[in-house]
């Protein structure tokens, strides 16, 4: 009987392996532009009152329909208290000094974050250049409070993500969908020729792509005509039809 039993607790066996496999590839997928939330136009706030954090990098890069900006903290810290407030110009007062400063643009967003400090040699000033965030920098560390300055070319709505491994703030900022590549001139002037999504400064040159710069999986993306959804099924229905074979065979016995 036992003998006669195996192959069909292979079968089972085999089913449930499969759909172990079926549910980890869907939790692998990356998330789609969807996923991440809308863009809102109001002032956010989150974080845990009382967390200690360190900022050691800040990073800004572009994407199809947002500018992004990261702010990046150790993976052991969680993520601290923040308050994010809109403005309707570029001009920024430094803490604790009270001196204004103003940035590229000609709108912007001020980043605050409670219990907080900088490590040495984290960015204090970039001027990527990207369609939306003009310049980013830091116009406060005083007293636990840390602050950023973001230079905005035009008033823009945003979303906001906390990510871990390693924690960080992500600040997307809205811009005008991409154009397809087949919509470029191609006899435009060089000069004309670079999107302006593409005008970055020097460090953002390699466009970085992965979870510590830009929020984003440096895992490549899947072919858009990969069928991974049918594959998925498939799975999920092969292995119904497997565990239902072996539960009429063991019922037979």
């Known amino acids: 009987m036992f003998s006669r039993f195996r192959p069909q607790a292979r079968s089972i066996l085999v089913g449930l392996a499969l759909s172990a496999g079926a549910v980890a590839l ?34 800004v890069a572009h994407h199809d329909g947002y500018d992004r900006l990261v702010i990046g903290f150790p993976t052991a810290n969680p993520m601290p208290e923040y308050q994010l407030t809109r403005q309707a110009t570029a001009t920024f007062v430094r803490d604790a000094s009270g001196q204004p400063v103003t940035l590229n643009g000609s709108a912007g967003i001020r980043a605050l974050l409670r219990n907080a400090d900088i490590t040495p040699g984290a960015p204090s000033d970039l001027k990527p250049g990207l369609p939306v965030i003009r310049e980013v920098t830091q116009i406060g560390n005083f007293e636990r409070v840390v602050s950023y300055g973001v230079g905005l070319a035009t008033p823009a709505c945003y979303r906001v993500l906390e990510l ?27 000069t004309q020729s670079m999107a302006p999504s593409q ?8 466009a970085p792509s992965n979870l510590a710069t830009t929020g984003h999986s440096s895992q490549p993306a899947q072919p858009s005509g990969f069928p991974m959804a049918a594959v998925i099924a498939g799975l999920l229905v092969l292995t119904a039809g497997l565990a239902a074979t072996g539960i009429r065979h063991v019922a037979r016995k």
């Open 26 to 59: 869907m939790g692998a997928m990356p998330a789609s532009a969807t996923d991440l939330g809308p863009f809102t136009c109001t002032d956010k706030s989150g974080g845990t009152a009382g967390t200690a954090a360190t900022v050691y990098d800040i990073r």
């Open 199 to 206: 005008s970055t400064a020097p460090s953002q040159s390699t």
């Open 164 to 190: 871990s491994g390693p924690t960080r703030l992500v600040i997307d900022v809205q811009t005008a969908a991409d154009a397809p590549a087949a919509a470029t001139v191609p006899s435009a002037a060089p």
